[in-house]
């Protein structure tokens, strides 16, 4: 499993795990970033930081 900002190819993946302060992973689930939903990298972080 990989953090998204690890990622190194564009394409669609689902979302496995949300970690993070409380206040992130809330906001991140009301714009629908969850387990099990899809989302598409339409572009790559230039390095590891994101």
């Not at 689902?14 to 009301?30: D, N």
């Given at each position: 499993?990989k953090a ?16 993070g ?5 809330k906001?991140?689930?009301?714009i629908?970033?969850i ?10 972080a230039?390095?590891?930081s994101?």
């Amino acid at each position: 499993m990989k953090a998204l900002s690890e990622l190194k190819e564009r394409g669609k993946y689902i979302i496995v795990q949300v970690i993070g302060e409380t206040r992130l992973v809330k906001h991140l689930a009301e714009i629908g970033m969850i387990a099990g939903k899809n989302v598409t990298v339409i572009s790559l972080a230039t390095d590891s930081s994101g």
